[in-house]
Each structure stands twice: as structure tokens, then as C-alpha cells.
């Protein structure tokens, strides 16, 4: 079933590798250049099924976004995955206690990053 | 680009670039302790992203470092570590690594291992001592809180299936997880029962809506290893009570999975801080640099025009306090700003090519042995991006030339009463219109004494010439002063000063030296800012008109016949207080129709650098304007002593004569013109 998946991370190589997968699943891509461009991509996003966002981000991180999102009536119950890499533990339960609903870790394979998305959406 | 992946791991070199430079910027404003969080943290995000992203190519060499770099930068940034000098140092040297790799990577190769070995080294041990986790949890395994959990002691029989229960806690639906999913996900894994336990469900007046109160007993029966049951539990650790056992016997009152009792709304998530950086960077796009050239075209072709239109309005005798007099003076005004901002599309900040020498002073003092420290100032100033693109080589010949040669070693400095330690300044900055950019150092100055012998051995110089402070210093710009064979590997890369000049030149601009003994010397490059204006002197030259660059033009003057002496063949010299300079009869060696006399006309004096001074015989001086630079090489051919052509306001072409070339060739024909020169003037 197709999806429309909010991206919002501020390299371009990993934003097109997101886009890539994405669609070729069938998915829809929205894409965001940073956490402040993510929250701008809400308000005019259509209903969002899955956002993906990474942390590492100027003018507004992961955290940051995310808990902008988890505000959002709109987007409060939006399941977010974490880009993540795997030096990142401590990264990845400070975004969980923000308000993630999981994470991939970085490099993904595509496979890798369906899955995670199907397990966090219907 | 057929293979998308091909086509994003070019965006990821481009990016990769970026980041550099972005890491570059910080680490240096780290070594001069200017960095704050912002800074580290900008650090930390660049070689983060590098390896975040070169992982998905299969940049294992680049990963792997960049890994152990992040370690350390993660430290910094913790404020496990601080940022004190060699810290600093194996910071900036890791960060020439990254370079090396992510330029390894391009290319499609491997550093050799034994390359970076010791800059690895450096940074386990930064990360080493003071690291109390390593830093490289593996993902399944982190020290979370979550809910304590029942481990099966003993290896779990392949067909024995799982008892897990589950219950959600409210935070689990803030986050927006869904148990139904986790249920499906578990009956991939095998046949599950699931048992909804609502124990807890109260009744339906003091319900919460936002809180969890459903719990499963799931048995999963397969052969699925408890790993691939606890990973589907992965996202919601810490957010459930879980337990994992070992199946034993069937449990009883079985539901199917589609019954799952509807969801409970999503809860409020808790309040956090939000964590928002500071910094917004400046907005900007990338055009292609052929459509920006188009346009500073047309606004030249409208400069023209303008131009044009003023001069027939004038020829109609209309005031210049008229209507249409106003008109063309409000014009003309914002011709002159749309031209300016056009310009500046094409200008970019020297910070591009400057950002690289730090790592070239680096290396030069870890070749060299001596201490050397690089100011840079005045980064920010912006210059045409082909001045830019083609200041790099010289610079960099400059910087090896001031390390290589005008610094001393450290031992050498501490007997002549100077700090150990070097330095080498590099500056720019916008003077009268025009970019200066100086290179200058704190070492031994030029020896002109051993400059002098080496011009006489290289038969650049009869021996005996007399030549002053400045024109022994010129000599190193001298083609042939230095040879592939004298010169050290460091300043030899196959370009001698001679090549910097030509390359200053050919950019329009000018090269000096200053060099005190024992106190350095001082290299300053003037540049044009653009390369398509020019200010020129409109001359009438014979029944042609022409156009001189006003920065060869050293002065102008009406000579007396007394100041014209003859010398040789149909040669003059003109003595200009006391100076004897080449006079050129320009009209004749432009085949510009009739010869026009010198004492007759206006002679002026230009400059050329390096190969010294030359009057030219014009008839008229008939004003001074900026010009739009019209190259026709491409169109036509190189024409000796010409250097591009222009329009003039009442529409008719005129070239811009190129002083160089013109001082070049005549100079040449005059021989050894330097003897006959007094000496001091």
C-alpha cells in the first residue's frame, strides 16, 4: 500500500538514498532539508503516514523536530523513524524519550528500511 | 546516470566537499580558541554526515576513520575532552585525513594502510583514555531503561516456541507505535495465539483515553530465535512491560489476531525542550554559471547602449536639465547598480581557496621541520569566481615559497633573536576597487646578494649590473631564475615565480615585493575584482581610438623635445626627471596610420610588471570610463600587444591594448636596456 513518508535530513545524499528506497516500495516522498523545513513541511503536508528524520541537523535537530511533531495535533500520533548510526545508543533513547517511534540505523539497505517502516505503519 | 545510486554518490562527493570545508572552518576556529559548542557541534555534524553516508557506498576505510574522528569530536563536544593544543593538533591532522579518504574514495581507490596509522592512533588514544563507553554499542544492545526483562538461561530448543507478554504503557502510543503492527510482525515469525489481557481496563466512566491499558499474552510457537522476537519488541522497549519465555505449555482462552480491541487515542506526548541551533545560514541557490554569464552580458551590451543613447541625445543638442536629460542621468545610475549586482552573482568569498592552505602550511612544516603559524585574514572578501579559481595555484606557490624558503629553521630563528615558531600571513582585502591579497612572512627576507649571483650565474644578468633593492628582488620572476634542478622538492613542483607572475598577469593583475633582511618579505597580489569591467583611458592613437588599462598607466605628460634623446636605429629614450625610459612610437608598432610625433602629443608613461616602464607616444587623451571587456580571441585570433576589444559609447569598437605585451616586445628589442639605467631611480 502506498504511503506518503515525510524525510527531513540535511544531507542530500542521504535524502535521495530515502527517496530512492522509498519509492521503489511504492511510497510517496516528501522531502525536508532540516528539522525547521521539516515543521514547515507539516503544516502543509497532506496526512503524513510515517516521518523520517534525522538528528544531527542545524537550525533545528531531531529532537527539536520531533517534539514539534508530538505538538502538532495534526501529526501527534505520526509514527517518526530515527536515522541513526550505531555509535549513536545514547542518541537513540534520548530521541525515543522525545517522542520516536523507532529508528533505522545508518547505512541502510533498503530492505532494512521497508521493514522498519511497515512495523511502525499499517 | 542510468544507475540512480551512481548519480546520489556523486551528490554525496559534492556534499562531502561541502563538508570539508564546513569541518575545516570549525577545526581552525578551534585551533585559534574561538570555537564554541556551536562550532564543535557543526564539526561533529560534518564528519558525521560523512560517514553516515559514505557507509551506504561502502567506504569501509573512510567509515572506519571517520568513526574514530567522531569519537573524539563526541567527547569535545560532551566535554569529556578539551580542546587544548595537541588535541587540536591531531584534530586538524585527522581532518586532512578525512580529506585524503573521502579523495581516495572518489577515485576509487584505498589509502595505503600505514598512511593515516599514526593519526588513528592518535585518536584512539584521545578517545581511549577518557572514554568510559566505547562509543560503539551495537544497536540491539543498548543500556536502556526498559522493562526489566526475563532472559531464557539456557540455549532455546529450535522448535520450542515463545510465551511473551506484553503491555503497552501509555508512552508507547505517545510515540505512535502500534501494537497491532508488533502483533502482525510476530505472526511473521511463526503461528502465534494472542491473548488479550483486559485486567487492567477500568471501568468505562474513569477510562483515560490516553492512557494504555491493554496487555497481550502472545504464545509463537516455530522455531524463530529469541533475537528475532526481542528485534520486533526493539522500538518499544523502555515503553512496555515485556517478558520473553521460553514456551512450555499451550495456554488457554485463545483469541485471534484480527479481534485486537481498537487502539486507545494517542496520549500527549510529555513536554521536552526543544533543542533549536542558532545558526540560520544564508539562503542560497545554485545557478549555472553560463546563465550568470549571459546576464552579465547583456547588462554590458546595456551599458553600451545606454551609452550610445547618450551620446545621440547629446548630438540632438537636448539640455542635460531636460525631461529626457533626467531620464537618461537616472538611467544610467541604475545601469551602474544592476551592473554592480550582476557583478556580484559572479563574486564569492576567498575563503574557498584560502581554506586550503592551512593544510598545505601543515604539511609544508611537517617536510620542512620548522614551526610555522598561519594568520589569515580577511577571508570573507569577495572576488570574481575565474580570480578565484585561478588563485589557487599561485597562492599556493607563494605559501610553499614563503615556508620553503623565506622561513628559517627553528634554530636558525632562536640565534637570531626570534620566537621558534614562524608566521606566515595571508590577507586580502578590497583596496581602491580592486582585491589585494598579500602573502607575507617573518623570516630571513630576500638574499639579494645571493639572488644577484644566482640571475649572473643563470645569465639572466651581466655580471656587475647595477640594480636596485627592488629590481634584485624582481629578478626572482625572472623565467629561468629558478630551475627544476636547484630548487627543493617543496617549492619545485615544476613552477617557478616566473609562472606565478604570468598567472597574476593573465588574470589582470599585478605582483610586488617587499623583503627586508632578517624581517621577511611581503609578496601583495592586486586583482581586479571582475574580469568583464575594466577602468580605461580612451586614447586617440593615429585614426584609431584606444583603450589603455588605467592600472598600467603610471602618469601622463607632455614632454618637452629637450626630454627625447635618440638612441640607435630610430630609437628615442625620454627622460623623465632623470630616469631614462624606452619612448614608443605606439601609432607605428599598432600599424595605426599616420605616425604621430612625440612632441607633438601626449606621451604616457606606463608600467608593466616586472619588465619595468615604456612611454607611449599617443596623440589625444579623450577621457577615462570603465569598459565592458569584449574577448575575441575565440572569434578571431590572438593579436599581439592587443588584450580584448570594446565598445565605445557612439557605438564604434575600440581595443584595449595589452600594456604587457606591448612593454614585453619592446623591451626585447632594446636589448639590455637595465645598464643604462641610473642606478636609485
Not at chain 2, 528475532?228 to 483469541?255: K, N, R
Request: net charge negative; with cysteine.
Amino acid at each position: 500500500m502506498s504511503k506518503t513518508i515525510l524525510t527531513v535530513d540535511d544531507s542530500k545524499t542521504m535524502r535521495d538514498m530515502l527517496k530512492l528506497a522509498l519509492n521503489g516500495a511504492g511510497h510517496r516522498v516528501i522531502q525536508a532539508d532540516d528539522g525547521m523545513a521539516g515543521v514547515e513541511a507539516l503544516a502543509g503536508a497532506p496526512r503524513l503516514d510515517v516521518i523520517i528524520t534525522d538528528i544531527n541537523m542545524p537550525r533545528l535537530d531531531g529532537f527539536g523536530f520531533i517534539d514539534q511533531v508530538r505538538k502538532d495535533p495534526r501529526h501527534r500520533a505520526t509514527p517518526i523513524l530515527v536515522l541513526t548510526t550505531e555509535s549513536d545508543a545514547a542518541k537513540k533513547q534520548r530521541a525515543r524519550e522525545a517522542g520516536a517511534t523507532g529508528w533505522i540505523v545508518k547505512p541502510f539497505d533498503p530492505a532494512r528500511l521497508i521493514a522498519a517502516v511497515n512495523r511502525v505503519s499499517s | 546516470m542510468t544507475d540512480p545510486m551512481e548519480a546520489i554518490k556523486q551528490t554525496y562527493f559534492q556534499e562531502c566537499e561541502e563538508l570539508l570545508l564546513a569541518m575545516e572552518e570549525g577545526l581552525l576556529a578551534l585551533e585559534n580558541g574561538e570555537a564554541d559548542s556551536e562550532v564543535i557541534n557543526a564539526v561533529f555534524r560534518a564528519v558525521h554526515s560523512i560517514k553516515g553516508s559514505g557507509g551506504a557506498f561502502g567506504f569501509e576505510d573512510l567509515v572506519q576513520f571517520a568513526h574514530g574522528f567522531e569519537t573524539v569530536l563526541d567527547h569535545l563536544r560532551s566535554g569529556k575532552l578539551d580542546a587544548g593544543g595537541e588535541v587540536v593538533k591531531v584534530l586538524l591532522r585527522a581532518g586532512d585525513m578525512l580529506a585524503d579518504h573521502v579523495a581516495a574514495a572518489r577515485k576509487g581507490t584505498h589509502l595505503d594502510k600505514e598512511t593515516g596509522r599514526d593519526i588513528s592512533e592518535a585518536l584512539a588514544a584521545l578517545s581511549g583514555t577518557d572514554a568510559d563507553d566505547s562509543g560503539e554499542a551495537p544497536a540491539d544492545f543498548e543500556g536502556l531503561d526498559f522493562a526489566p526483562m526475563v532472559i531464557a538461561v539456557e540455549e532455546a530448543p529450535a522448535s520450542a516456541g515463545w510465551r511473551i507478554h506484553f503491555a503497552p504503557h501509555a508512552t508507547l502510543y505517545a510515540n505512535a507505535n502500534e501494537p497491532a503492527l508488533l502483533l502482525r510482525e510476530l505472526a511473521r515469525l511463526g503461528s502465534v495465539k494472542v491473548t488479550a489481557d483486559l485486567a487492567r481496563l477500568p471501568p468505562l466512566e474513569t477510562l483515560e483515553p490516553a492512557t494504555g491499558y491493554f496487555a497481550w499474552d502472545i504464545a509463537l510457537t516455530g522455531d524463530a530465535p529469541r533475537d528475532a522476537v526481542a528485534e520486533v519488541f526493539e522500538f518499544v522497549l523502555g515503553h512496555c512491560d515485556l517478558t520473553i519465555e521460553m514456551a512450555d505449555a499451550p495456554t488457554a482462552e485463545i483469541i485471534p489476531l484480527p479481534v485486537l480491541a481498537p487502539l486507545p487515542d494517542a496520549p500527549v506526548a510529555e513536554k521536552k525542550e526543544s533543542a533549536p541551533a542558532a545558526d540560520a545560514p544564508k539562503q542560497s541557490i545554485r545557478v549555472d554559471l553560463d546563465k550568470v554569464d549571459r546576464l552579465v552580458n547583456l547588462v554590458g551590451e546595456l551599458v553600451i547602449t545606454q551609452a550610445m543613447l547618450s551620446q545621440r541625445v547629446a548630438e540632438c543638442k537636448i539640455p542635460r536639465a531636460s525631461s529626457v536629460g533626467n531620464g537618461l542621468a537616472e538611467l544610467e545610475h541604475l545601469l551602474r547598480e544592476l551592473q554592480e549586482s550582476v557583478m556580484a552573482i559572479r563574486t564569492q568569498p576567498v575563503k574557498s581557496v584560502f581554506q586550503r592552505m592551512p593544510r598545505l602550511v601543515r604539511e609544508l612544516a611537517a617536510q620542512t621541520g620548522k614551526q610555522v603559524h598561519l594568520v589569515v585574514e580577511g577571508e570573507t572578501t569577495e572576488v570574481d569566481k575565474t580570480v578565484i579559481e585561478r588563485l589557487g595555484e599561485p597562492l599556493t606557490h607563494m605559501i610553499r615559497n614563503a615556508v620553503d624558503h623565506g622561513l628559517e629553521t627553528p634554530q636558525e630563528r632562536l640565534a637570531a633573536g626570534k620566537p621558534e615558531e614562524g608566521t606566515v600571513t595571508l590577507s586580502a582585502e578590497h583596496r581602491g576597487g580592486r582585491i589585494v591579497i598579500e602573502v607575507s612572512d617573518d623570516g630571513r627576507g630576500i638574499d639579494r646578494a645571493r639572488v644577484k649571483e644566482k640571475a649572473v650565474e643563470r645569465g639572466l644578468i651581466s655580471p656587475g649590473t647595477a640594480l636596485s633593492d627592488e629590481e634584485t628582488d624582481n629578478l626572482i620572476f625572472m623565467p629561468g631564475f629558478s630551475t627544476a634542478k636547484e630548487v627543493s622538492n617543496i617549492s619545485g613542483r615544476g613552477v617557478g615565480m616566473d609562472v606565478v607572475r604570468r598567472n597574476i598577469i593573465d588574470l589582470g593583475g599585478r605582483i610586488v615585493i617587499g623583503s627586508t633582511p632578517r624581517q621577511g618579505s611581503r609578496f601583495s597580489l592586486t586583482l581586479p575584482l571582475t574580469l568583464a569591467v575594466l577602468d580605461g583611458m580612451v586614447v586617440a592613437i593615429g585614426a584609431q581610438t584606444f583603450v589603455l588599462p588605467l592600472t598600467h598607466i603610471v602618469e601622463s605628460l607632455k614632454p618637452k623635445p629637450s626630454d627625447i634623446h635618440a638612441f640607435g636605429r630610430g630609437r628615442n629614450l625620454l627622460n623623465v626627471r632623470g630616469a631614462y625610459v624606452p619612448l614608443v612610437d605606439t601609432a607605428a608598432i599598432l600599424q595605426a596610420g599616420d605616425t604621430s610625433q612625440a612632441d607633438q602629443g601626449v606621451v604616457i608613461l606606463v608600467e608593466s610588471q616586472g619588465t619595468g616602464r615604456l612611454a607611449l607616444t599617443v596623440d589625444a587623451i579623450l577621457g577615462q570610463r570603465q569598459v565592458v571587456i569584449k574577448g575575441f580571441e575565440d572569434n578571431y585570433r590572438h593579436i599581439e600587444g592587443i588584450a580584448a576589444a570594446t565598445i565605445l559609447g557612439d557605438g564604434r569598437v575600440a581595443l584595449i591594448l595589452d600594456v604587457d605585451g606591448i612593454v614585453t616586445r619592446c623591451r626585447a628589442q632594446l636589448g639590455d636596456f637595465n645598464e643604462l639605467r641610473p642606478t636609485g631611480s
